[in-house]
């Protein structure tokens, strides 16, 4: 008979990392929130064209990544397209899907939305030396990796 292993729970977040992490999450998301009010963005549709930006999905795995519910994100698309960020097709494999994408117009904006969040984060890094950026980097790469588990 196998013996079964019971994990514990891991233990929770240190106290000192909290209070570091949460206010660097309120100052990255204010340069966010300012670089789309400048844009006349909503963060969401900001976050919904980065993922555009190297994919083509369905609306329905749009939704599901942004958590969003399906009358939502068609709304949030109408808008984007009638800036003419984005448009619509039939999804090649299934004719009932509908596809997203990036027009020229929305990947040119993404690109420059791209250009002006890196020069308006580089002062919370600048008196990192590279190898601290560096390290910084793959740790919250691996904290975010941790959450698609």
Request: charged share 25%; proline share 5%.
């Amino acid at each position: 008979m196998k013996q079964q292993t019971i994990m514990a729970p891991p233990p929770p977040i240190d106290e000192g990392l909290a209070d570091v992490l949460v206010p660097t999450a309120f100052v990255t998301m204010a340069v966010l929130n300012k670089l789309g009010a400048e844009n006349d963005l909503s963060l969401t549709l900001m976050r919904a064209l980065g993922i555009l930006w190297d994919r083509r999905p369905r609306m329905s795995e749009l939704a599901d990544y942004l958590g969003l519910e399906k009358q939502t994100m068609s709304g949030l698309i109408a808008r984007a397209e009638k800036k003419g960020l984005v448009a619509r097709a039939p999804n090649a494999e299934d004719g009932r899907a509908t596809d997203v994408f990036l027009t020229d117009a929305g990947a040119e904006l993404v690109k420059r939305l791209h250009a002006q969040t890196q020069q308006a984060l580089t002062p919370l890094t600048e008196q990192l030396c590279a190898s601290d950026r560096q390290q910084l980097q793959t740790l919250l790469q691996r904290m975010l990796e941790s959450r698609k588990r």
